[in-house]
């Protein structure tokens, strides 16, 4: 017979590996190839120390003279703070009695709703990564009440059926924990279920979170290009050696623009990018121009699973959640994500993992990672923004030479 302790033995030995090599491998490419790692650690913050530009102790001198003065390399330190990342499954007694005299039923519970955790933390993984960490999904366009209330909203990127979600008005929040029946990326609709809203009503301008995280999400790749003034507490100002490189182009995507490009990211950062990153349509604009101009269309099987187009030997990986109309150009070897530990369960007093929540005939378990993402070496991460829909712009496409964009490059 089946107990709880006898689960809880099943899901920390057999469960907890294969969960963790699915989130690790399994999210997607760019998220394959960060560091994982948990030698930054420093109490509840991770301190991640980087350096730019040359040693300064370099110099040639006749045979007589004075030795070259030290010049260490300009270096400064990040102090990242930690995420926490939950997820959670709840499993009823009565789901639980009536398979504990048959293990392969309680298997098949635990599969089903262990899978679709693991899905939903792909997804919420990866949506983070291509987030600045104030957790903002969306915002309200309009909004139509009835059985089955539906609202416009400006992006739904990072939105899927079946998320809870908060409404925030004024910095206060409106309504919480509010699901999403239905996602309609077309027309950028959503729908909630029948009856869900009442008599609450939400108005243009409302901004839409996941629930309980406003503020306290992953600090993705859109933080490294932030326009604020400081990068985990550096300052830009005084250290302009680690903010990114950046380019407007203007224009339509070329093959040549990407080559200018990847070159001027190279030089200002002394390390060559080895992924480009950009969503499904750019990539598709820059397959187009490949069949435009006739070149070899090369592909790259990468670790995951994963396969996808190349640029010179470099893989360009079409992502959901990166922008349209941007490129970027990283340096994978450079970014971490700096963990506490990874992918565990939480534990109960007596280190039981299937809690029974309070006063209700249910169990619960959480698994859980307190964890971040840093840009070690800012510089060395390069987007190419402003290019143009082809589909909207007046340009000639085919083998026009975009390289010179609407300004020079910066950072």
């Given at each position: 017979?089946l107990?709880?302790?006898?689960?809880?033995?099943?899901?920390?030995?057999?469960?907890?590996?294969?969960?963790?090599?699915?989130?690790?491998?399994?999210?997607?490419?760019?998220?394959?190839?960060i560091?994982?790692s948990?030698?930054?650690?420093?109490?509840?913050?991770?301190?991640?120390?980087t350096?730019?530009?040359?040693?300064?102790?370099?110099?040639?001198?006749?045979?007589?003279?004075?030795?070259?003065?030290?010049?260490?390399?300009?270096?400064?330190g990040?102090?990242?703070?930690?995420?926490?990342?939950?997820?959670?499954?709840?499993?009823?007694?009565?789901?639980?009695r009536?398979?504990?005299?048959?293990?392969?039923?309680?298997?098949?519970?635990?599969?089903?709703?262990?899978?679709?955790?693991?899905?939903?933390?792909?997804?919420?993984?990866?949506?983070?990564?291509w987030?600045?960490?104030?957790?903002?999904?969306?915002?309200?366009?309009t909004?139509?009440?009835?059985?089955?209330?539906?609202?416009?909203?400006?992006?739904?990127?990072?939105?899927?059926?079946?998320?809870?979600?908060d409404?925030?008005?004024?910095?206060?929040?409106?309504?919480?924990?509010?699901?999403i029946?239905?996602?309609?990326h077309?027309?950028?609709?959503?729908?909630?279920?029948?009856?869900?809203?009442?008599?609450?009503?939400?108005?243009?301008?409302?901004?839409?979170?996941?629930?309980?995280?406003?503020?306290?999400?992953?600090?993705?790749?859109?933080?490294?290009?932030?326009?604020?003034?400081?990068?985990?507490?550096v300052?830009?100002?005084?250290?302009p050696?680690?903010?990114?490189?950046?380019k407007?182009?203007?224009?339509?995507?070329?093959?040549?623009?990407?080559?200018?490009?990847?070159?001027?990211?190279?030089l200002?950062?002394?390390?060559?990018?080895?992924?480009?990153?950009?969503?499904?349509?750019?990539?598709?604009?820059?397959?187009?121009?490949l069949?435009?101009?006739?070149?070899?269309?090369?592909?790259?099987?990468?670790?995951?699973?994963?396969?996808?187009?190349?640029f010179?030997?470099?893989?360009?990986?079409?992502?959901?959640?990166?922008?349209?109309?941007?490129?970027?150009?990283?340096?994978?070897?450079?970014?971490?994500?700096?963990?506490?530990?990874?992918?565990?369960?939480l534990?109960?007093?007596?280190?039981?993992?299937?809690?029974?929540?309070?006063?209700?005939?249910?169990?619960?378990?959480?698994?859980?990672?307190?964890?971040?993402?840093?840009?070690?070496?800012?510089?060395?991460?390069?987007?190419?923004?402003?290019?143009?829909?082809?589909?909207?712009?007046?340009?000639?496409?085919?083998g026009?030479?975009?390289?010179?964009?609407?300004?020079?490059?910066?950072g």
């Amino acid at each position: 017979m089946l107990s709880v302790s006898s689960i809880d033995a099943v899901l920390k030995s057999y469960y907890l590996d294969a969960i963790c090599a699915s989130l690790n491998t399994g999210v997607s490419p760019l998220y394959s190839a960060i560091e994982k790692s948990a030698a930054e650690i420093t109490g509840k913050d991770a301190v991640v120390p980087t350096m730019y530009g040359v040693c300064g102790g370099l110099g040639s001198t006749d045979e007589t003279g004075e030795l070259p003065d030290s010049g260490e390399c300009l270096r400064t330190g990040f102090t990242v703070p930690l995420k926490n990342i939950y997820g959670v499954i709840d499993i009823s007694d009565k789901a639980l009695r009536a398979s504990r005299d048959n293990a392969s039923g309680i298997v098949g519970l635990l599969n089903t709703e262990i899978k679709a955790m693991v899905r939903s933390a792909q997804f919420n993984l990866n949506r983070m990564l291509w987030m600045d960490g104030t957790g903002l999904l969306a915002t309200v366009k309009t909004f139509t009440n009835g059985a089955m209330p539906t609202a416009t909203v400006d992006d739904t990127r990072f939105l899927a059926e079946g998320m809870k979600v908060d409404f925030y008005r004024s910095g206060a929040a409106v309504m919480t924990g509010v699901r999403i029946a239905d996602v309609n990326h077309e027309t950028k609709t959503l729908t909630f279920p029948y009856g869900i809203m009442n008599t609450n009503s939400l108005q243009a301008g409302d901004l839409i979170y996941i629930q309980k995280s406003k503020g306290n999400e992953v600090n993705g790749i859109p933080y490294v290009f932030d326009t604020g003034n400081t990068y985990f507490g550096v300052n830009k100002a005084t250290n302009p050696g680690i903010k990114p490189v950046e380019k407007s182009l203007g224009d339509e995507l070329t093959v040549d623009a990407m080559q200018e490009f990847f070159d001027t990211a190279s030089l200002r950062a002394g390390v060559q990018p080895d992924m480009i990153v950009c969503s499904m349509k750019t990539r598709r604009q820059y397959l187009k121009q490949l069949e435009l101009n006739r070149r070899n269309i090369d592909y790259l099987n990468l670790d995951g699973g994963f396969k996808t187009l190349a640029f010179n030997g470099i893989p360009v990986v079409g992502e959901r959640f990166a922008p349209d109309g941007e490129m970027y150009f990283l340096n994978t070897p450079t970014l971490k994500l700096v963990q506490l530990n990874d992918w565990e369960w939480l534990e109960g007093e007596n280190g039981s993992i299937l809690n029974q929540l309070d006063r209700k005939a249910v169990y619960t378990a959480t698994l859980v990672k307190y964890a971040n993402f840093v840009a070690a070496y800012p510089r060395g991460q390069a987007r190419l923004k402003g290019i143009e829909d082809p589909s909207s712009s007046t340009t000639a496409s085919g083998g026009t030479d975009s390289g010179s964009g609407a300004d020079d490059a910066t950072g």
